[in-house]
């Protein structure tokens, strides 16, 4: 008897130690899930403002035009505006801010409806300043957070950080915890920012499964640039259970799949996210992975259709130039890429945030301009504290250039997009 469990003890070692780690694991991820778990019931969808809209023209139409009637409609048109992407309704929201001002000049919150339409339509600056007057005439965490968020799509991060610091200062919801982790990630300063969120998913609250639901992909899309894919894919998982077929946290899952090589899987979550979404960068994500999975000529319709959308919108002042700029670099013909040091040259005057400028560079160094993109990298970093990925091309660009015979042989610099 006593042989024969000496005989068994190396394995019954090896089997509890193994049991001891899986049940580590398990509650590692137990406890992980706990971190951005939704406490509340799923929903199906967002609540569309369109009704809202219906009741406000109504009661406008019965009462009078009065000026915080017009306020509020002007938030719904815009709101309405974001939802479909249709310029028409972003033309109603400032018409109707307009006449609201002109009916009371100040203490207005047309004002900062205004800021957001100028923020919708990449003009930062008139978005900065419309939002310092209106927290001049009326001081609150909502002012404080649309500066914080055009400073940052404007590359300004440190501007960006005071003020987002200063709104959770005032009032520590749900949106200024995820306001600052959108900043502090695009610092790189990682940490930082999952505590961030972490402090949003506990206030968050009912009532708000849109936000809730791109909680969880914008911190998705932060793990998966950092290379931690298993709880990426976890908190994408969650996005969807909170709102099923939403199209950012479709398109990111998609990104997950593509960066590990999974072609197919890919596909089919940028088309479904396209379908949800209806935006070009969707359909430009999806024929990069099918240039991925089948080669380049399986790629060419949908780029062609990409493109027609995205200079369509960008003709109407609400495109997205950088989206054009991803298409072109993956389609990578020699005007493409002129092109995209065009409009990359274009981009940075108007916002320098760590996408334009990884953009801007990789446009560089596909021209062949690569000391140009590594003096654009040391100016954007002296300015700006900046996150890993432009950290690791600029390491990526100084090796090369200091090894001719990988430049010559135009040995590829990592994409880092």
């Not at 899986?22 to 969808?45: I, M, N």
């Not at 708000?208 to 998966?224: I, N, V």
């Not at 593509?258 to 072609?263: A, I, K």
């Amino acid at each position: 008897m006593h042989v024969t469990v000496r005989r068994y003890l190396p394995s019954m070692v090896l089997l509890f130690v193994a049991a001891g780690a899986l049940a580590g694991v398990l509650v590692l991820r137990a406890t992980d899930r706990r971190e951005y778990l939704y406490r509340f019931k799923a929903s199906a969808r967002v609540e569309s403002p369109l009704k809202a809209i219906a009741f406000f023209e109504s009661r406008l139409e019965a009462g009078g035009r009065g000026p915080l009637d017009l306020a509020e409609l002007s938030g719904l048109y815009l709101a309405q505006g974001r939802i479909s992407s249709d310029p028409a309704w972003f033309d109603r929201a400032e018409r109707a801010a307009a006449e609201s001002l002109t009916l009371l000049p100040t203490s207005n919150p047309a004002r900062l409806v205004q800021a957001r339409i100028a923020d919708a339509r990449h003009r930062f600056d008139e978005a900065v300043a419309l939002a310092s007057q209106s927290l001049a005439e009326r001081p609150e965490p909502a002012a404080l957070s649309q500066l914080a968020a055009s400073h940052l799509a404007a590359g300004r991060l440190a501007l960006a950080l005071r003020f987002a610091d200063e709104a959770r200062r005032v009032r520590p919801t749900f949106e200024a915890y995820l306001l600052r982790a959108r900043v502090l990630a695009a610092e790189g300063r990682m940490a930082e920012a999952e505590s961030d969120l972490r402090h949003a998913v506990v206030v968050e609250d009912l009532g708000s499964p849109g936000e809730s639901a791109q909680l969880r992909a914008f911190w998705g899309e932060m793990l998966t640039r950092d290379g931690r894919h298993a709880k990426a894919a976890r908190l994408l998982d969650e996005s969807l259970r909170i709102l099923p077929g939403n199209a950012q946290a479709l398109g990111l899952k998609g990104e997950l799949e593509l960066r590990q090589g999974r072609y197919e899987a890919a596909e089919a979550l940028f088309l479904e996210a396209f379908q949800a979404s209806r935006q070009a960068r969707d359909l430009v994500r999806y024929a990069r992975a099918r240039a991925a999975g089948h080669g380049q000529p399986a790629a060419v319709q949908l780029r062609e259709q990409a493109e027609k959308i995205l200079r369509r919108e960008l003709e109407r002042d609400l495109g997205h130039r950088l989206d054009l700029v991803h298409l072109l670099l993956d389609r990578a013909r020699p005007e493409d890429l002129q092109e995209a040091v065009r409009l990359t040259a274009a981009e940075i005057l108007v916002r320098q945030g760590p996408e334009a400028i990884l953009l801007r560079c990789r446009a560089l160094v596909a021209t062949g301009e690569l000391e140009g993109a590594l003096r654009e990298l040391k100016t954007a970093l002296a300015k700006e504290r900046l996150g890993p990925e432009l950290l690791g091309l600029k390491a990526d660009i100084e090796a090369s250039l200091g090894n001719p015979d990988r430049v010559a042989r135009g040995q590829a610099i990592p994409d880092r997009g």
